[in-house]
T-cell receptor, first 114, second 111 residues
């Protein structure tokens, strides 16, 4: 079974802090994704990566950056946390092969910025 | 542009009732279609998928048929259980790097 793990289930941070969210997958997937999930808005893509050191902006990249130094690990960084970044953050990974592009999700990190 | 629209919830049903959650999509090509389910406190799990027109995806008693003519992928189950209470997301993807998710439909099943 594919396993995607996220470093924390719950985080509480203060405005202005730098926040790191870590995601690790164990299936050698090329693609990794960061989404945020907000009520009524569904999932919105922040960034994705299709290879080590490669990244592309999603729909809402402002205020975020990412790092992918190893294939299995994809980090989301909030450079200076703000209250409007309070949300559920979901990491996902997928294979690149045709027909195997199903995304597998981690359990999510619920972030509260005070 | 590409998008997914699904019916707003919450949907409240009694156990053993018939379930339909509507989903329609807009896409520039011929995407693969997915239903994901999110149980309380968990991430999303793939429920079923269909990769081409007229394909039917099925899993755990749920099914959905890829209807190209109506650009729809409605989720159905003949008899829901309390354990089906969750949020259901419809999604499509036609390349490997971009998924489009609907806003989610919360299902509450009462005993």
């Amino acid at each position: 079974d594919v396993k995607v793990t996220q470093s924390s289930r719950y985080l509480v941070k203060r405005t202005g802090e730098k926040v790191f969210l870590e995601c690790v997958q164990d299936m050698d997937h090329e693609n990794m994704f960061w989404y945020r999930q907000d009520p009524g808005l569904g999932l919105r893509l922040i960034y994705f990566s299709y290879d080590v050191k490669m990244k592309e902006k999603g729909d809402i990249p402002e205020g975020y950056s990412v790092s992918r130094e190893k294939k299995e690990r994809f980090s989301l960084i909030l450079e200076s946390a703000s209250t409007n970044q309070t949300s559920m953050y979901l990491c996902a990974s997928s294979d690149r092969l045709a027909g195997k592009e199903t995304q597998y999700f981690g359990p999510g990190t619920r972030l509260l910025v005070l | 542009g590409d998008s997914v629209t699904q019916m707003e919830g919450p949907v409240t049903l009694s156990e053993e009732a018939f379930l339909t959650i509507n989903c329609t999509y807009t896409a520039t090509g011929y995407p693969s279609l997915f239903w994901y389910v999110q149980y309380p406190g968990e991430g999303l799990q793939l429920l079923l998928k269909a990769t081409k027109a007229d394909d039917k995806g099925s899993n755990k008693g749920f099914e959905a048929t890829y209807r190209k003519e109506t650009t729809s992928f409605h989720l159905e189950k003949g008899s829901v259980q309390v354990s089906d209470s969750a949020v259901y997301f419809c999604a499509h993807s036609y390349n490997f790097n971009k998924f489009y998710f609907g806003s989610g439909t919360k299902l509450n099943v009462k005993p």
